[in-house]
Structures are given as structure tokens and as C-alpha cells.
């Protein structure tokens, strides 16, 4: 764009601002009010936002006046960022504020354009539009990352806070020694609802992310309607999430957790029993994680049998050995042979999808499977679950300490 064309642009819009910025003000209110009725729960939803909102005029005139400026989040905005955390809003509801007055900013000044008085020719409306539109949206880029940013900050100051009350809390809860009601009343958690837990620890005991950040991130993901969390120690965060059925799965599908950190997950269940039990599930799915070789993701579901059989590693080992055989030894080669079965298994038997899974050829795969079945002296029943639990619990065994 020409440095005239670009100075005429400046000029307008800057010159727009300063008389109708009030007027755009209250059509974000209204447009944020209307599609996150969420925020209803602060003590003056309208006033506090008008306030935040007001606050940005003079930022959007100094990006619209210097192309070179840098975005600044004013400390009203600021505010009231920080006091979502005290209004119980979640993240999700802040980033959909947000997202939702940069929409009616872009909307309003096209409108604003598209009628104006100043008689603007098609070419000049375009490249006004295009001018204030990469302005906005780089305003808006720069100041929503600070307001997140002052939101987890509040929230894990006041975390802090309560976290000793929160986990005395919580351990009465999940032990039976602290009454539903005033548990609920102190934690803000509703029980009469269905409840996921999961725990998150940092296995590299380094510390360099924090396990907050990463559970606000799930959260998101899940799109919860209540989410709880405390710290059972400086490694470990346990948390509780209520949300819609079938949430969970798509939600971690994709998850990339940060490097050292893992996370189980129980199933989900009602109420407060469901409470404790979904927490025992994701306890329960964090040592077979253990067992197993430390998987960055486990949820109970996946490994509900493999946890309950594990339970007593005698007994484990002596039905790994009576259900495997020589394939139950603790070398490379039985081990290479137990993981080509089990991923065999999983495939219903096929050589073909083994050898894609395994990244091996498919003779490979089939003489594998030859040497397995002279060593079972028998041909493998693909529908034996005792077959495919002692494999599972052959895993685990591998990864133990020796016994003393």
C-alpha cells in the first residue's frame, strides 16, 4: 500500500475512533453479553466490561495513528481478566470474549465504512478495510495473549492460596471423613454430577512446566462445565472434570503432552462415589504406566483388566509362565516374540497389518509367529483372553524391580 494511501487511511480511522468509539463499545458489550451468558456471574458483568472495553480505545487509535506501535494490555482490561478467576469463569470463557470483540471491532468498522459519510470510492474502502483489519488483528493477537497470560497468573496465585484448604478438602472427601455438602461448599464442585479424574505427574523431576498450565490445557480441550485440581505433592496434580458424555476421547486424541509429563485418566462415573472411584481408576492407571514403561497417556479403560491382574506379582507371574511357557523368560528374543504376538492379536491375526504396525516384512512377521507356536506347542487361539492378559501382564513384570 502507498505511504499516501496508507497516511489517508490512519487519518480516517483514527478520526472514526475518536467519535465513535463509544458507539463501538457498546455493540461489543452487547455482542459479548449476548453470546457468553457465562460471565452473568460477576458482580457487574456489564459495568466491569464496559470499563475493559473502554480501555482499548486508545490502544486501537495508537495501532490505527503508527503501524509501528506495540500493542499494550491497559491495566482495566487487565482487571478484568484477573477477576474471571475470581468469578469462576473458565479460560474457555475468556478466549470466547475475546474472540468475540475482535469479531464485532472488524464487523463495526466494516459497516461503519460501508455506510460512511465520507463518500469513499470502492478502491478506497478496500484498502482502508485491509489497512484496519491487519492493524486489528494484530492488536488483538498481542493483547488477548497478555490477557491470558494475567488470567493463569491470577489463577495460580489464588491456587496457592488455597491449596492447603483445597487438598485437606478433597482428602476428606475422597477418605469419608468430611461431609458432601460443606465439601462442595468449599471446593466449589458440584457432586450430584458425573465426574472424570485424572492425575498428571512430572516424570522427569526437573519441574520445567508447570503441571497447571498442562491441566488448564485439558480442561479446554474437554470442555468441561466444572473442573477441579490439587496438588498431592510437588510432582503430582490430581484433578476432576464434569463434562459431556463421549468428551474425552476426541479431546486427547491428539494431546502432544510436554516433554516428562504424563497423565492418566479413570472412566467416568456419577455422583460421589463416582468421585472416589474415577480417581482410584486413574490411580490405578498410573502404576500400570509405571509397570509398563512409562506411556506418556493411560486411561483406565485401556488397562482396567491388565491393573486388577497385576495386583499380586506372584501370582501374575505364575499365570504369565503357565499361559506362555518358555515365552514368559526375561530375554530379548522372548520379549521381541511376546510384543510381535500381542500386536498380532490386536490385529485379528493378521501378518500383513503386524508387519505394517511393527515396520517389518511379512515373512518376518509369519516366521515369528511359527517359532511362537513351536514354542507354545500349540497354535494360538486369537480369541484367548487369558492369552492376551498374560501377554499384558508379561509387560508389566518386565518393567518391576527385582523382588528382594
Same mark, same amino acid.
Given at each position: 500500500?502507498?505511504?499516501?494511501?496508507?497516511?489517508?487511511?490512519?487519518?480516517?480511522?483514527?478520526?472514526? @475512533?475518536?467519535?465513535?468509539?463509544?458507539?463501538?463499545?457498546?455493540?461489543?458489550?452487547?455482542?459479548?453479553?449476548?453470546?457468553?451468558?457465562?460471565?452473568?456471574?460477576?458482580?457487574?458483568?456489564?459495568?466491569? *466490561?464496559?470499563?475493559?472495553?473502554?480501555?482499548?480505545?486508545?490502544? $486501537?487509535?495508537?495501532?490505527?495513528?503508527?503501524?509501528?506501535?506495540?500493542? +499494550?494490555?491497559?491495566?482495566?482490561?487487565?482487571?478484568?481478566?484477573?477477576?474471571?478467576?475470581?468469578?469462576? +469463569?473458565?479460560?474457555?470463557?475468556?478466549?470466547? %470474549?475475546?474472540?468475540?470483540?475482535? #469479531?464485532? #471491532? %472488524?464487523?463495526?468498522?466494516?459497516?461503519?465504512?460501508?455506510? +460512511?459519510?465520507?463518500? *469513499?470510492?470502492?478502491?478506497?474502502? #478496500?484498502? $482502508? @478495510?485491509?489497512?484496519?483489519?491487519?492493524?486489528?488483528?494484530?492488536?488483538?493477537?498481542?493483547?488477548?495473549?497478555?490477557?491470558?497470560?494475567? &488470567?493463569?497468573?491470577?489463577?495460580?496465585?489464588?491456587?496457592?492460596?488455597?491449596?492447603? +484448604?483445597?487438598?485437606?478438602?478433597?482428602?476428606?472427601?475422597?477418605?469419608?471423613?468430611?461431609?458432601?455438602?460443606?465439601?462442595?461448599? %468449599?471446593?466449589? &464442585?458440584?457432586?450430584?454430577?458425573?465426574?472424570?479424574?485424572?492425575?498428571?505427574?512430572?516424570?522427569?523431576?526437573?519441574?520445567?512446566?508447570?503441571?497447571?498450565?498442562? #491441566?488448564?490445557?485439558?480442561?479446554?480441550?474437554?470442555?468441561?462445565?466444572?473442573?477441579?485440581?490439587?496438588?498431592?505433592d510437588s510432582g503430582t496434580l490430581n484433578g476432576w472434570l464434569s463434562c459431556r458424555a463421549g468428551n474425552l476421547q476426541p479431546a486427547v486424541h491428539d494431546l502432544q503432552l510436554p516433554p516428562g509429563i504424563h497423565a492418566a485418566f479413570g472412566s467416568a462415573h456419577w455422583g460421589l462415589s463416582g468421585f472416589r472411584l474415577t480417581h482410584r481408576e486413574a490411580i490405578e492407571a498410573k502404576h500400570v504406566s509405571h509397570s509398563i514403561g512409562g506411556q506418556s497417556l493411560t486411561m483406565y479403560d485401556d488397562v482396567g483388566v491388565l491393573a486388577l491382574a497385576s495386583r499380586d506379582t506372584e501370582l501374575a507371574s505364575a499365570f504369565v509362565e503357565a499361559h506362555l511357557g518358555s515365552l514368559s523368560a526375561d530375554d530379548e528374543k522372548s520379549r521381541i516374540l511376546r510384543e510381535t504376538l500381542r500386536v498380532f492379536l490386536q490385529e485379528r491375526g493378521s501378518p500383513a497389518a503386524t508387519a505394517a504396525r511393527l515396520r517389518l516384512h511379512r515373512n518376518t512377521v509369519v516366521k515369528r509367529i511359527e517359532k511362537i507356536e513351536d514354542s507354545l506347542d500349540t497354535p494360538i487361539d486369537r480369541g484367548s483372553l487369558n492369552l492376551r492378559v498374560a501377554l499384558e501382564l508379561a509387560r508389566t513384570l518386565s518393567h518391576r524391580p527385582p523382588q528382594p
Open positions: 500500500m502507498a505511504t499516501e494511501t496508507t497516511r489517508h487511511c490512519q487519518h480516517l480511522l483514527v478520526d472514526w @475512533m475518536e467519535q465513535e468509539g463509544s458507539v463501538l463499545v457498546e455493540a461489543q458489550l452487547t455482542g459479548i453479553l449476548g453470546t457468553v451468558p457465562e460471565l452473568s456471574k460477576g458482580r457487574d458483568p456489564e459495568g466491569e *466490561l464496559r470499563v475493559a472495553l473502554t480501555s482499548h480505545l486508545p490502544g $486501537i487509535r495508537r495501532a490505527f495513528r503508527d503501524s509501528s506501535s506495540v500493542a +499494550s494490555l491497559p491495566s482495566e482490561a487487565e482487571a478484568w481478566s484477573r477477576q474471571l478467576v475470581h468469578d469462576g +469463569s473458565s479460560l474457555t470463557t475468556a478466549l470466547r %470474549s475475546f474472540e468475540r470483540g475482535h #469479531a464485532d #471491532a %472488524s464487523q463495526f468498522i466494516a459497516r461503519a465504512l460501508k455506510e +460512511s459519510r465520507w463518500r *469513499l470510492t470502492p478502491e478506497a474502502r #478496500a484498502d $482502508i @478495510m485491509e489497512y484496519a483489519s491487519a492493524r486489528l488483528f494484530e492488536y488483538a493477537n498481542t493483547i488477548t495473549a497478555q490477557a491470558i497470560s494475567a &488470567y493463569l497468573d491470577e489463577q495460580a496465585g489464588l491456587e496457592r492460596q488455597d491449596e492447603p +484448604s483445597r487438598l485437606r478438602a478433597v482428602t476428606g472427601l475422597l477418605q469419608g471423613e468430611l461431609d458432601p455438602r460443606m465439601a462442595e461448599r %468449599s471446593l466449589s &464442585y458440584r457432586l450430584d454430577a458425573s465426574h472424570l479424574g485424572y492425575t498428571l505427574w512430572d516424570a522427569s523431576g526437573v519441574g520445567r512446566v508447570r503441571l497447571e498450565t498442562v #491441566a488448564v490445557e485439558l480442561g479446554t480441550r474437554i470442555d468441561h462445565w466444572q473442573h477441579l485440581t490439587v496438588r498431592s
